[in-house]
């Protein structure tokens, strides 16, 4: 497998591994100990860097990743999130929507690491910008996290550029984790310009267009009340009759290249920039095999010239998130 850096000295594998559907999302997932299976076989398959967060499950998601990666520990990159907080009603965790206050902040993140298992938390992020805390105030804490040892490098997620660039002065920011794909470019718009002028790493997370892009979600697919897609505008019938054409476009460069459509979209986010690493999720080892396959595939000026070209003409439909969710984003 092939290595990135992400910021200065962040090394880790081309190819990620979002962990966020291991513990629901899309549906139901496999059994603890399948999940485990898929991760630890990531990491035999080459793959260093692992992604989850405190709100998925919640913290389920955290305690699996590290049971899994317990045995790795010191040899892989472990990045989770905070920013959402959580109070149990007695029937179990309940959202209670974003909260970067510097006291929830610390006390998540001791929470974080016993769930992890581990000494410190190699990636930060904080998952969505609090309008209700200066963001000067949350990379202070970070600050103070990673003085303390407790954190090593601090991540952003979702947020505006001119946030990213005011928290940059007061903590370096490492990364920062937006969705990006072929069917999703604003990051193109404002947000790599920033981070290439401050050396600044971006993970793109839902690379492959939350499943849509690998060509196995038809007009005739379903989703249950417990996939966040039944609520996606983009996921309607009606947007994925339209939004065809992108796949069909993969497909084409797919056959061309002897890869699957799925390498195709991750080659595409590679070839972007040297310090672009993509997480694409899954519950299968072998689409973990097939993602991780994506950093072998060489696309061409000709491949990517194809591929833009015919993108830039089809405009995709459907909103990538229900109203209330994308008013938390680049703020």
Known sequence: ??????????????????????????????????????????????????????????????????????????????????????????????????????????????????????????????????????????????????????????????????????????????????????WWKRPQEEVLPMLEELGIGFVPYSPLGKGFLTGKITQETTFGSSDLRSRIPRFSAEARKTNQALVDLLAVISKRKNATSAQIALAWLLAQKPWIVPIPGTTKLARAEENIGAAAVELTHDDLRDIDSTASNITVQGARYPEELERMTYR
């Not at 100990?33 to 998601?61: C, H, K, L, W």
């Open 1 to 182: 497998m092939q290595k990135r850096t992400l910021g200065k000295n962040l090394d880790v594998s081309a190819v990620g591994l979002g962990c966020m559907t291991m513990s629901g999302g899309y549906g139901a997932s496999g059994s603890k100990q399948e999940m485990i299976s898929v991760i630890r076989g990531a990491v035999e398959r080459g793959v260093t860097f692992f992604d989850t967060a405190q709100t998925y499950g919640p913290f389920a998601n955290e305690e699996l990743v590290g049971e899994a990666l317990a045995p790795f520990r010191g040899s892989v990159v472990i990045a989770t999130k905070f920013g959402f907080k959580y109070e149990d009603d007695g029937s179990g965790p309940r959202n209670a929507g974003v909260d970067s206050r510097p006291e929830y902040i610390k006390r998540g993140v001791e929470d974080s690491l016993r769930r992890l298992r581990v000494d410190a938390i190699a990636l930060f992020y904080q998952h969505r910008v609090d309008p209700s805390v200066p963001i000067e105030d949350v990379a202070g804490t970070v600050k103070e996290l990673i003085q303390a040892g407790k954190v090593k490098h601090f991540g952003m997620s979702e947020a505006a550029a001119e946030t990213i660039r005011r928290a940059h002065s007061i903590q370096p920011v490492t990364a920062v984790q937006s969705e990006y794909s072929l």
